[in-house]
Structure formats: structure tokens, C-alpha cells
């Protein structure tokens, strides 16, 4: 299979242990920057108001504060500074490629507008229906922060908006697709996701402790002249497991890519005891970022001379059945 790569040429993310690429990259394997186990879940709301794995970067005000959550929020925030990191010569066709964990009940705003009702939803309105806003389920929209996202930052090129616990690794895969076609010039791939909702609490995680995180990349298909780039490949794969995906599924994510036998390893030890890396025992579980997170600390890693090996293998796991697999190098 012809290899299909894009260069990394800039990124931004926020955690659960702060915004700096650099210090990420440079923690110890083993450090963990949340060791508070999950509170039980509905008995203490929301989790993320406690600490749990939660994002510590301020959010700044936007004109978009009325239609885009909390997340999507440090996601519009994340991909305008990943696209102000670099410095675009011309007026090339930017695509922008959005992976979110899928469509989350907004328990802030249901919670006051239901405690009150009857099983007969009898005089629903006056109970506390009439506390939602006539337009609140639009702020449902998958696509929202895409949209807002490619008017402000000029994004006009090919794009597309995933879902699911491996989006991240998806919105990477179409966007390298989408360069290697010459339908952008550059693509800036946004991925964001929380695993600390009540209903996400209920069941445990694929890869560690819930988490949440926002992470965006840029991409390009040609290196810039004044040197080399880290490169990136990604592939994605799925089946019908009710958790982590299968041996069979992980192997079909693989087969697209041109891994090593040197490569280092990046996945939850959990379900690949012979990873060198953990980034999920680290940051936590962040669901559909994970993919995105973990291709901005590696190739931060390679940029700056600090990895081991030539290249790193990175896997996203995650409920049903979903895997993601991209590999970092630092050279072809």
C-alpha cells in the first residue's frame, strides 16, 4: 500500500495538566497529573466541578458563548491558537476536520427543567420546561463548532466533522486523505472530548481514569524548505465489542500503516502490556482527543530530538469496538 503521510508543522491542547506541550512531553512515564478517583456517579454533579481529570485552562470570552458548551469552547479556543502557531505563506486552501465523542445530554440545563415534572409531563411548561430556550437544541449540533471554527478562521477548504470514542484518529486519517488529494493545502484537525458526564461514569473506561482534554493539529503535505518535520500517518478501524475493540480490529488499523519492528508504542498498557508509553496513565482517558494528544507530544518529542526510536506507534481505544492507530517519525 503507498504510504500516505502529512508533516506536522504546529498544535495546541488543554488537559487536565495544563496547555503546555513542552512540559507534557517531558513529564516521566510515570507520572500522573490526576490521582483522584472518580466521584460515584449522579451522587456528587457534575464531576468535572470537583477536579476530576478537568481542564485547567480559563476560558476567554467569545461571540460564540451562547452557542457552543464548555468543551466545544476549549476546542474553538484550541484550534485558533494551533492555527496562529504557524505561519502560512499565500492564501492556501485550509480544510479543517473536527473529531468529537458524540452528542452528550446536557445535564446543567436538564436537570432544573425536569426535577419538577410528573410522570404525565401534566403542565410540563410551568414545571420547568419553559426554563429551555427556544433554540437550545440547536446548541446540540454536531457540527457547531466546525462551522463557527471555519468562518473565523478562514477555513474554507475540505472538511468534515466525526464522532465516537476514535474520531480524533478519524478526523487525522481524512484530513491526511484530503492532502494527499490535493483538496487542501494545509488541514487543521480539532478533536475534543470528555469522559466525565454522569452516564459516562457509569461504566468504567477503555484506557484509564475519565478525563477530558481539547487538542489541535496542523498539517500540511510538503515540508517547509527551512527543514524537517515530524510525519504522520493515520488509521482507523472498528467492530461490534461492546468495549475495547477486538485483537482482529486492532490488526486491521495497523495493516494501513508502515510500522516498524523499532517502533515505540504508545496505548493503554491495559489492553497492550508491551507499550513503552502510556499517555492515557498519564493525562487519563480523553475519549475522542486522545489520537490528536497523543500525535502533538510526540511530535514535539521528535521535533526536539528528545524520542528514543525513530518512530512511535499510538493507539486510541475506545467503547464500542472503535480503535484509532497513527504513527509519528521523523522521517519517511
Same mark, same amino acid.
Given at each position: 500500500?503507498?504510504?500516505?503521510?502529512?508533516?506536522?508543522?504546529?498544535?495546541?491542547?488543554?488537559?487536565?495538566?495544563?496547555?503546555?506541550?513542552?512540559?507534557?512531553?517531558?513529564?516521566?512515564?510515570?507520572?500522573?497529573?490526576?490521582?483522584?478517583?472518580?466521584? %460515584?456517579?449522579?451522587?456528587?454533579?457534575?464531576?468535572?466541578?470537583?477536579?476530576?481529570?478537568?481542564?485547567?485552562?480559563?476560558?476567554?470570552?467569545?461571540?460564540?458563548?451562547?452557542?457552543?458548551?464548555?468543551?466545544? !469552547?476549549?476546542?474553538?479556543?484550541?484550534?485558533? %491558537?494551533?492555527?496562529?502557531?504557524?505561519?502560512?505563506?499565500?492564501?492556501?486552501?485550509?480544510?479543517?476536520?473536527?473529531?468529537?465523542?458524540?452528542?452528550?445530554?446536557?445535564?446543567?440545563?436538564?436537570?432544573?427543567?425536569?426535577?419538577?415534572?410528573?410522570?404525565?409531563?401534566?403542565?410540563?411548561?410551568?414545571?420547568?420546561?419553559?426554563?429551555?430556550?427556544?433554540?437550545?437544541?440547536?446548541?446540540?449540533?454536531?457540527?457547531?463548532?466546525? *462551522?463557527?471554527?471555519?468562518?473565523?478562521?478562514?477555513?474554507?477548504?475540505?472538511?468534515?466533522?466525526?464522532?465516537?470514542?476514535?474520531?480524533?484518529?478519524?478526523?487525522?486519517?481524512? *484530513?491526511?486523505?484530503?492532502? $494527499?488529494?490535493? %483538496?487542501?493545502?494545509?488541514?487543521?484537525?480539532?478533536?475534543?472530548?470528555?469522559?466525565?458526564?454522569?452516564?459516562?461514569?457509569?461504566?468504567?473506561?477503555? %484506557?484509564?481514569?475519565?478525563?477530558?482534554?481539547?487538542?489541535?493539529?496542523? !498539517?500540511?503535505?510538503?515540508?517547509?524548505?527551512?527543514?524537517?518535520?515530524?510525519?504522520?500517518?493515520?488509521?482507523?478501524?472498528?467492530?461490534?465489542?461492546?468495549?475495547?475493540?477486538?485483537?482482529?480490529?486492532?490488526?486491521?488499523? !495497523?495493516?494501513?500503516?508502515?510500522?516498524? *519492528?523499532?517502533?515505540?508504542?504508545?496505548?493503554?498498557?491495559?489492553?497492550?502490556?508491551?507499550?513503552?508509553?502510556?499517555?492515557?496513565?498519564?493525562?487519563?482517558?480523553?475519549?475522542?482527543?486522545?489520537?490528536?494528544?497523543?500525535?502533538?507530544?510526540?511530535?514535539?518529542?521528535? $521535533?526536539?530530538?528528545? $524520542? *528514543?526510536?525513530?518512530?512511535?506507534?499510538?493507539?486510541?481505544?475506545?467503547?464500542?469496538?472503535?480503535?484509532?492507530?497513527?504513527?509519528?517519525?521523523?522521517?519517511?
Amino acid at each position: 500500500m503507498p504510504r500516505v503521510q502529512a508533516h506536522i508543522i504546529g498544535g495546541a491542547l488543554r488537559t487536565c495538566a495544563g496547555d503546555d506541550i513542552a512540559t507534557l512531553a517531558a513529564a516521566p512515564a510515570a507520572q500522573r497529573f490526576c490521582t483522584v478517583p472518580a466521584p %460515584a456517579p449522579w451522587h456528587v454533579y457534575p464531576a468535572a466541578a470537583h477536579g476530576v481529570g478537568t481542564i485547567t485552562s480559563a476560558l476567554t470570552r467569545t461571540p460564540h458563548d451562547r452557542i457552543l458548551r464548555r468543551l466545544a !469552547l476549549h476546542g474553538y479556543h484550541v484550534a485558533t %491558537a494551533a492555527l496562529q502557531s504557524v505561519t502560512l505563506v499565500g492564501s492556501p486552501r485550509v480544510g479543517l476536520y473536527v473529531g468529537i465523542g458524540g452528542l452528550r445530554a446536557q445535564w446543567d440545563d436538564l436537570i432544573p427543567a425536569l426535577k419538577q415534572q410528573q410522570p404525565d409531563f401534566v403542565d410540563g411548561w410551568q414545571r420547568g420546561l419553559k426554563q429551555l430556550h427556544p433554540f437550545w437544541m440547536l446548541q446540540h449540533l454536531s457540527n457547531n463548532t466546525h *462551522a463557527l471554527l471555519s468562518k473565523d478562521l478562514g477555513a474554507r477548504g475540505e472538511g468534515f466533522t466525526f464522532g465516537g470514542s476514535n474520531a480524533g484518529a478519524q478526523a487525522l486519517e481524512a *484530513a491526511i486523505a484530503g492532502l $494527499a488529494c490535493g %483538496a487542501n493545502d494545509v488541514a487543521i484537525v480539532l478533536a475534543y472530548d470528555s469522559l466525565l458526564e454522569p452516564e459516562l461514569l457509569l461504566q468504567p473506561t477503555v %484506557a484509564g481514569f475519565p478525563s477530558e482534554a481539547a487538542a489541535a493539529v496542523v !498539517l500540511t503535505a510538503t515540508a517547509p524548505a527551512h527543514g524537517s518535520l515530524p510525519l504522520l500517518e493515520a488509521r482507523t478501524a472498528a467492530d461490534a465489542s461492546d468495549g475495547a475493540p477486538t485483537s482482529a480490529t486492532l490488526a486491521n488499523a !495497523l495493516a494501513g500503516l508502515h510500522v516498524g *519492528a523499532s517502533d515505540a508504542i504508545d496505548a493503554p498498557r491495559l489492553h497492550w502490556p508491551t507499550a513503552t508509553h502510556d499517555t492515557a496513565a498519564t493525562i487519563g482517558d480523553v475519549g475522542a482527543a486522545m489520537a490528536v494528544t497523543q500525535t502533538l507530544l510526540w511530535a514535539h518529542r521528535y $521535533a526536539n530530538g528528545t $524520542a *528514543a526510536t525513530d518512530a512511535t506507534l499510538c493507539l486510541s481505544l475506545g467503547s464500542p469496538g472503535l480503535a484509532g492507530a497513527v504513527r509519528i517519525s521523523r522521517k519517511p
